[in-house]
Structure formats: C-alpha cells, structure tokens
C-alpha cells in the first residue's frame, strides 16, 4: 500500500507537465527506480483514478542509458570534436533491474566504448550483486556471498573503475572494494567535461 500511495504522489507531481505536453520522457537514473516506474501501469491497474495515467507514466518512462542511446549519433560527433582522453579500464557491472528487469542489455557497455573507455571482460555478468533491494538485509550471508564473487568477476582484469546504473548495487559493491565505484553516467559526463574525478 505504500508503495502506490508512492506511485501516486510521483503521478501526481509529474501529471500536469505530462497532460500540457511538455514531457516526452521521465528519464531514470537508477535502474531499480526506473524498473519500477515502468511497472506503475501494473500497479495501479485496479485504481480507477489512476489506472490510465500510471499506463502514462509507465510508457513515457526511460531508463537514462535509452535516452542517450537515442542521442548516440550526436554524442560521437561531440565527443570527435574534443582532445583526446587517456584510456580508462571500467568493470560495468549491470543490474538485475537492468538487464533482466528492463531488458536493457549491452547499451551501457557499448555507449562506454563508443566513448573512448576501455570496458573489462566480467564473467558470469548476468548474475546479481547480493543487493537486490532488502535481499542484501534479510538474506545477508547470500548477499555477502554473492557480493564477493561479483566483486572478483569486475576486479579480474584490474579495471580503474567499476562502473553500474543502480544506487543500490553501486553501495553494495562499495562496501566490499577499495576500487571506486561510480554510475556509469558520470564516466561519460566527465569525458564530455574533461575534469576526471576518481
């Protein structure tokens, strides 16, 4: 119930921008978030006062990787036109919520190399960190478990950076390495800004 009561105030917030035209998309950075976004028409199926405006919002929501897909072509050419950058080695890690949720598979990697990064091999990339929401608070030797074989799969091939999309997974995998860990956005935000950060 808390959870749609969430849904709703979002609808709520956004439905006057969308209803005057102004929107064409609700961009998601955080797979997890954008998963559920996506599935607001499911959830409020049953509301009579909300079921066609959730539909709405499910089908105007993006995960930030479509977005810039979208805008590959125009990327390329800005980034053509900068000096270039010293290769970095990134580990992506993609989460459930991305991959197998949304479905979204090999946008990331391939928007990183287009971009100038070198993307590390990670075996076994379609398996899950540990974090899975409250999975890594009620399951928690699992998710340790989990979390430290995913953590040798993106250190393997000694990357500068692990790279992810979901707030939760970057935390969880923080939590267990020295490397940094980062939204991949922001690698490709600093190559577009030239001021690298670690």
Same mark, same amino acid.
């Given at each position: ?42 959830? *409020?199926?049953?509301?009579? &006062?909300?079921?066609? /405006?959730?539909? #709405?919002?499910? @089908? +105007? ?5 479509? !977005? ?69 608070? *009620?399951?928690?030797?699992? &998710?340790?478990?989990? /979390?430290?074989? #995913?953590?040798? @799969? +993106? ?5 500068? !950076? ?37």
């Amino acid at each position: 119930d808390g959870g749609r009561d969430d849904a709703r105030r979002n609808i709520d917030a956004w439905w006057p921008s969308i209803e005057s035209g102004e929107v064409e998309a609700i961009v998601v950075t955080a797979s997890g978030c954008g998963l559920q976004v996506k599935d607001y028409g499911h959830l *409020l199926r049953h509301d009579r &006062a909300y079921a066609a /405006k959730a539909e #709405k919002v499910a @089908a +105007l929501s993006r995960d930030v990787a479509e !977005v810039i897909l979208a805008e590959k072509d125009r990327l390329m050419a800005a980034l053509s036109e900068l000096p270039a950058a010293p290769t970095r080695r990134v580990a992506f890690h993609a989460p459930c919520s991305l991959q197998h949720g949304q479905r979204i598979r090999g946008v990331v990697e391939s928007l990183l190399v287009a971009a100038g990064f070198e993307l590390a091999p990670v075996r076994d990339s379609h398996l899950c960190c540990g974090s899975a929401g409250t999975y890594s608070i *009620l399951q928690s030797e699992l &998710a340790t478990t989990l /979390k430290r074989n #995913k953590l040798q @799969a +993106l250190e393997a091939h000694r990357p500068q !950076v692990i790279a992810s999309a979901n707030i939760g997974c970057m935390t969880h995998l923080a939590s267990g390495t020295s490397k940094p860990v980062r939204h991949w956005i922001e690698l490709l935000d600093e190559r577009m800004m030239r001021a690298p950060r670690s």
